[in-house]
């Protein structure tokens, strides 16, 4: 079935970069998402890949996909304590008319 | 564009009370996804309409469990009678089904069931 895995914690120093990891199983997938969550709030959009790319940047975010190992990551540049929250990797299963599976979250901690 | 709107933002019922949830999607958008969050069980889609017409439901854990949504405008999630085992966040998400497919997230319901 359709299954997607981050690890759980991640721990940086301010000013890092920290890099979260995903592998997904659903070789359909067209679009792989990258969501934040905020203490208290709802998931919020960071950005995603479409799956004939394999690079993405977007200011201090970088997401890299390797479709032959069905692994997505996240890299943020120069990490800051507002990046503390929870990151989930989501794929979309187009055969499924475009649900979206989930990851468990990484919980990224950043201290100054 | 206010984004999605969910109503209420914290609901505390007792045990075999009706709970109804609420939420507006974007306007425009064709989609509609109704998802539950706990810590043992993250977070599991329940129900995604699209124009208004239920397409998978097969996430809603059993009959006390329904959704509705009448008009592109408004959607609900009820559970009656609700247990304590129903206390999660509810969140509900829109789409507009064009591009990258993006679902956008309201800020959730927190229920708790006591």
């Known amino acids: 079935g359709e299954d997607v895995e981050q690890s759980l914690f991640l721990s940086v120093r301010e000013g890092d970069s920290s890099v979260i990891n995903c592998t997904y199983t659903?070789?359909?997938?067209?679009?792989l998402y990258w969501y934040k969550q905020e203490p208290g709030a709802g998931l919020q959009l960071l950005t995603y890949?479409?799956?004939?790319?394999d690079m993405k940047q977007d200011q201090r975010l970088t997401v890299l996909l390797n479709k032959k190992d069905k692994h997505l990551s996240l890299r943020i540049a120069d990490t800051q304590t507002g990046d503390s929250a929870i990151y989930f990797c989501?794929?979309?299963?187009?055969?499924?008319?475009?649900?979206?599976?989930f990851g468990q979250g990484t919980e990224l901690s950043v201290k100054p | 564009d206010a984004g999605v709107i969910q109503s209420p933002r914290h609901e505390v019922t007792e045990m075999g009370q009706e709970v109804t949830l609420r939420c507006k999607p974007i306007?425009?958008?064709?989609?509609l996804f109704w998802y539950r969050q706990t810590m043992m069980r993250g977070l599991e889609l329940l129900i995604y309409?699209?124009?208004?017409?239920?397409?998978?439901d097969s996430g809603m854990p059993e009959d006390r469990f329904s959704a509705k949504m009448p008009n592109a405008s408004f959607s609900t999630l009820k559970i009656q009678p609700s247990e304590p085992r129903d206390s999660a966040v509810y969140f509900c998400?829109?789409?507009?089904?064009?591009?990258?497919?993006?679902?956008?997230f309201g800020p959730g319901t927190r229920l708790t069931v006591l």
């Open positions: 998400a829109s789409r507009i089904d064009r591009g990258a497919d993006t679902q956008y």
């Open positions: 659903d070789s359909s997938s067209t679009y």
């Open positions: 890949i479409f799956s004939n790319m």
């Open positions: 989501a794929e979309t299963l187009y055969n499924q008319g475009g649900k979206l599976i």
């Open positions: 306007s425009g958008h064709d989609s």
């Open positions: 309409f699209n124009n208004n017409v239920p397409i998978d």
